[in-house]
């Protein structure tokens, strides 16, 4: 099967995927020239994907997609595993991965699978369970001081060097493909159609740009009439693409959500873009709401999750009493009794508050 260039969205110059360039040279993001639809290698695969949808007891209008039942406990392995199976039929020496800590297991796990070297560099601050995931694996794992940002900046220094292939779930638009199957099985699950709106949770983007390729191929096979709403959701100490959205300042603050902490994501435009699409809208939740939503689903719900995965929830069951930018449309997609949340990380990743 031929690999499909990876196309520059800034100047539109073409590269082919084996030559590892992670960024053109003109600062533009990549993009995967035409439709494809990623394979996985057979050794590779753990048999991600197909996780189950539930009706909610507490949000009668919601059902959750248990992402957190994927072999690394995240959605992360969809795009993990074609990274991995990619990095596989190349041959390259080595990996290098920076993340806040879900894609960083994922990555450890796949590529240890796959027999590629891999080095993952996490924020120092990440929670102890996901970098014991991490060393489990076998992946070298570096603790870098300071932000997300920081480590994202450490690691694509390693992935200018010679060889390594930098398998960035931001960078590499591959990874984004493979995400992309949960917007199919959303689909395939609701009886083959699309359901009136989305929840997601938003830090870099990956899981609504997954969201929004897949519901797009499906309207353009003719296989659905329009795409759902997305809503993403960010939390209000970390709020860059509410800002703009909005045109809001939100105070910077930590965060229990710390899959979602990204101050700057790359493909901020690219996110917007894709929200106002859909049709949908970018709102914020407190703290506070992710904590009690968090104990809620565990308690009422029966399902344990970590803070980043109560995000979505804490929006929804908030939206009848907030009146700000957004709301509006989160409420009434919630009175239609058609909104789909993900549940994109297990309970066990972050066993604290």
């Not at 957004?326 to 789909?340: E, I, Y």
Request: charged content about 15%.
């Amino acid at each position: 099967m031929t690999l499909p260039p990876l196309v520059c969205r800034s100047c539109g110059r073409e590269f082919d995927v084996a030559d590892l360039v992670w960024r053109c040279p003109c600062g533009g993001l990549f993009d995967v020239g035409g439709r494809w639809q990623p394979m996985v290698d057979e050794s590779v695969t753990l048999g991600e994907g197909n996780t189950p949808m539930v009706r909610s007891q507490t949000l009668p209008a919601v059902r959750f997609k248990l992402e957190f039942f994927s072999p690394t406990l995240s959605f992360k392995d969809r795009g993990a595993v074609v990274l991995a199976s990619l990095a596989a039929r190349l041959g390259v020496g080595g990996a290098v991965v920076d993340s806040s800590g879900n894609a960083g297991t994922a990555a450890a796990a796949y590529f240890a699978r796959a027999g590629v070297a891999c080095q993952v560099l996490v924020p120092a601050s990440t929670s102890p369970e996901k970098l014991a995931q991490i060393r489990a694996h076998g992946a070298e794992l570096t603790l870098v001081p300071g932000s997300r940002a920081a480590a994202a900046d450490a690691a694509a220094e390693i992935a200018d060097r010679p060889g390594i292939f930098y398998a960035s779930h931001v960078y590499h638009p591959y990874f984004m493909h493979g995400v992309k199957t949960y917007g199919y099985e959303i689909w395939r699950q609701n009886g083959e159609r699309l359901p009136s709106a989305v929840m997601v949770p938003v830090g870099n983007g990956t899981l609504l740009l997954g969201c929004y390729l897949a519901f797009n191929e499906l309207v353009a096979a003719g296989l659905a009439d329009r795409i759902p709403a997305l809503l993403a959701v960010q939390t209000a100490g970390c709020a860059p693409l509410a800002s703009a959205w909005q045109g809001t300042d939100y105070p910077s603050a930590p965060t229990v959500a710390e899959g979602i902490a990204i101050a700057a994501p790359p493909r901020a435009e690219e996110i917007l873009s894709a929200v106002r699409a859909s049709g949908g809208t970018i709102v914020t939740v407190d703290d506070d709401a992710v904590v009690a939503g968090r104990h809620t689903l565990a308690q009422d719900e029966g399902l344990f999750v970590e803070p980043t995965a109560a995000v979505c929830y804490a929006a929804a069951a908030g939206a009848a009493h907030r009146t700000g930018p957004g709301w509006q449309l989160v409420t009434a997609s919630l009175a239609n009794g058609d909104v789909v949340v993900p549940l994109c990380g297990a309970g066990l990743k972050h066993p604290d508050d």
